[in-house]
Structures are given as C-alpha cells and as structure tokens.
C-alpha cells in the first residue's frame, strides 16, 4: 500500500514544485467537413468541433479535482485548414473565415487555443496551401484562439526554400498586423521541419491525416519537479544526476499517462500519445533554464549548456518512455525564451545569446522558440534565420521549429510583454548581414543523402 | 472498491482524527487505513478510504472535508489514490 512519505512527495510536487499535466488536446479530423461550398464548411467544422469538444473543459476540471492535479490547458487540433479548405477556398479571404469559424468554435467550448490552422508544404505549394499562408497575418490578427503553423522542411524532403521565403516575410505581416499588442500573432505561428502530426503542444499542434478522426494527446510538464529532485544530487556524478533525472521523468510522465487515460476513458476518444516535456512557464521555479543552472552551470547560455541540455533531454526521454504505452508529439525540454524566467534573465544579461540557442536547438526537443527581435529585422534575415533552423532539423532527422516576434517599433534593450503562460521577453540582438541573395533563389534544397533508407 | 486518500496537514490539535472520521462515517465512507506522524509540531494524517458506498458525490465530500479543515486551521484534501500508485507504484 502506498504511504505518508509516497503520498506526501506526490503533493508537494504539486504544490511547491509547479508539477501539472500542461495540456489535454483533442485532436479532431475536419476531413469529413470538406465541401465545395464556403459556408457549408464553416458550418460543419462548427458543428463538429462543438460537439466533439462539449466536453472537453468539464472532463479536464473533473480530473482535476479527483485526482488533485492542475490540467492547465485543455485544447483542441485540427486537421490542417489547407487541406480541409482547399476545395472551398478560392482566395487567402476564404480561409480567414475558417479561422473565425475556428475562433467561434473554440469560445464555445471554452478552450484557450485551437491549433491546426495549418500547411505541410515540406516539398511544394499547391495554390490553397499559399492561399492559406498568406493569409496567416489576417488570421491571427482578427481572431484570439487560433494557432498557426507551417511545415516547410523534412529530412525526406529537403527544405522548400520557396516556402521560407514566404514564411519570412510572413512572420513579419503578421508582426505588423498586430503591432498594438507587441506583435503577438507571432507568438501564434510556428514554422516547422519534420513537424510531428499528434503533438498536442501550441502553438505547434494540428492533427496530422496519419491520425484517426479523434484522439486525446496530453502534455506533460514539471521543470520544477526535476530541478527540485536534482537539487538533492548537488555535486555528485553524472550517473546519479542522469539517475535521478529519470526517476522524476518517470514519475511525472506516470501522472500524465493516468490523466490521459482518465480523459480517454470518460469521453470516449482514443488516447493517442503522451508528450513527454519539460515545458516551463514564467513563473519561478517552473523553469528549464533553471535546471541547467542546477546541473552546473552559472547562468544559461554559458559554455556547457549545449552539453547540459543534450544530456537533460535524453534523460526525460529515457525515464518518460517508459511509464507511457504510447509516445509521441515533441518529447523533450522545452527553451522558449518569453515562458522561462531563467532564460529570460539570462538574455537580459547578455549570457544567452541567438547563436547560442541556434546551438541549443540541435540537443532539444524543439527549436528558436518564442524569441523576441527587433521589429526592424528584414523578412530575408528572417527567412535566413528560418534556413538555419530547419537545416538543423533536416539533417539531425528531428524536429525544429521557429517562433520568432520581430516587435513592431521595438528594438534591443526594450521588452515585449505578452501576458500569461506567453510571458515577456527582452528583445535580443540579430545579426544583420544580409543574407537576401541566398533567400532569394527559387526552389528547394534536396533531402540530405541520409534520407535515402529504401 | 474505490480508493481515495485523505491527507490532512496543519497544527496539531485534539479532534483532528475524530472529526474527520465522524463526517466520513456521516457520509457511509469506509475507513482502509490511517497513518499519521507529527513533524515539527505539524500533524500529518493519510487516510485510505473506500467510496465505492458513499452516500454522496465526490465532489461534495472532498469540498466538505476540504471546509472542515478549514475550520480547524488544516489543509484536508481527498484525492482518487491512482495518482499515488501510478506514480510510486510499477
């Protein structure tokens, strides 16, 4: 039978160590929703979400109380809009009345973000996936819940530098398009390589067509937990830090795996996969950063750090895989700059710098994530920026991503506030030599010789 | 059997036992177990009970166990125990 200190552990996890399932995302297939026509879309993808997720919020908050864990996101992904919308869809116009439909659908069923407004473009464009991309700014800057992505790149495919370039120049509209409120639609718009299909993690999530027609995924969190655990292995070796690392994983992805399986259970959805992440927050002691500083290191982005986090994140991973049947989404340490206070003061104080998180993207589960840059900063330096992040990802065979806000009308030394789970970021400093020549060309970069496996 | 674990926390005091278990019998909860320590001078009760009889719904015994503690200066709270297993137990 468990006992006091087993019990006891669990709840000081959860009330001094900042230990929650981050999200429950209900992954729902709009496929059946296509039509020819505009308004028989919307009103079908309306219809579907809103009953599919009637639910969703109240299942979350019985969890919650039964079992005495936060769920601090229940969320719901789609299927990607360009694919649902490309018969309907005659113009970029079109698809931004998806995205209210989206917007609607979510306020009904009360869920904060719904992701999936979408394109997998990792070789070429058809004409709706362009449509759709161009009209992301719009999208985002009339509408509150909907979260944007692109994939543009997979080690099978190479890099569709078309695509890149559209997205950089992207990234900035949307900036201007939402300059009252430091550029926040960027917030909302990942740009991806190798993107995964189930993962249920914003601004990233959409439900990929390898996915059945609706499935929970869950994410789950706890930096705190494990900067906590490893505080008590302060200056032995790195089998009893790695040791430790895997135990608190374990533990913390078991919680998840259950509140998956409540979720499943009672709303009749398969459960599809657990995300196994350290997902910090701005709040002190829900940090990543933090927990590299545990590990040794006097602030973030000190030499070391590339080593600190490729060992952090394949620790979660060991100890997470297996408590959960089934793992997927992202799986790893999360560095989003704006939602973690050590990464934030560490940019602040000029230790962490792009090049040094370019290089921290290479070991973790994601990429240049919710990074803040001068509103200055060119769509070409942008695009470049872009280039950079999905190579990594093509030839390391992982995903990347980037989450970049060049802040309309701010520059470095300024922060750009974004409120909640979203936080704040100073704006970092970019390098400025221009890469436009490179951007400019046509075409795609081939998949790297690796990729041929057959 | 429905198993939910009761932790209660805060300045030791008499009637912490009894009053916890008067409202559990109140509402037709079977005690399993009971261990507490003091640490500190801070009472720690864990409670292992079976709802699967009770005469009320979850989420009303834990709201009123939760308000008796308060009245008594404790944190008392009432959780299904397969968070503990799953996470402490393979």
Known sequence: MINIYEVNETNQMIDEENLDVRTITLGISLLDCVDTDLDRLNEKIYRKITTLAENLVSTGEEIEKEFGIPIVNKRISVTPIALVGASACKSPEDFVSIAKTLDRAALKVGVNFIGGYSALVSKAMTKSDEDLIRSIPEALACTERICSSVNVGSTRTGINMDAVRLCGQIVKDTAEATKDRDSLGCAKLVVFCNAPDDNPFMAGAFLGVTEGDAVINVGVSGPGVVKHAIEKVRGKGFEELCETIKKTAFKITRVGQLVAGEASKRMGIPFGIIDLSLAPTPAVGDSVAEILEEIGLSQVGAPGTTAALAMLNDQVKKGGVMASSYVGGLSGAFIPVSEDKGMIDAVQAGTLTMEKLEAMTCVCSVGLDMIAIPGKTSAATISGIIADEMAIGMVNQKTTAVRLIPVIGKDVGETAQFGGLLGYAPIIPVNEADCSAFINRQGRIPAPIHSFKN | ?90
């Open chain 2, 1 to 90: 059997m429905r198993k939910c674990i009761i932790t209660v926390v805060g300045k030791d005091q008499v009637g912490i036992i009894a009053k916890v278990c008067n409202y559990l019998a109140e509402a037709n909860i079977n005690v399993l177990d009971i261990s507490q320590t003091i640490v500190d001078g801070y009472f720690n009760m864990m409670t292992v009970v079976d709802v699967s009889a009770a005469d009320r719904d979850f989420s009303v015994y834990a709201e009123d166990l939760e308000k008796l503690g308060e009245g008594m200066g404790l944190i008392i709270r009432c959780q299904r125990s397969e968070i503990f297993e799953k996470m402490h137990r393979l």
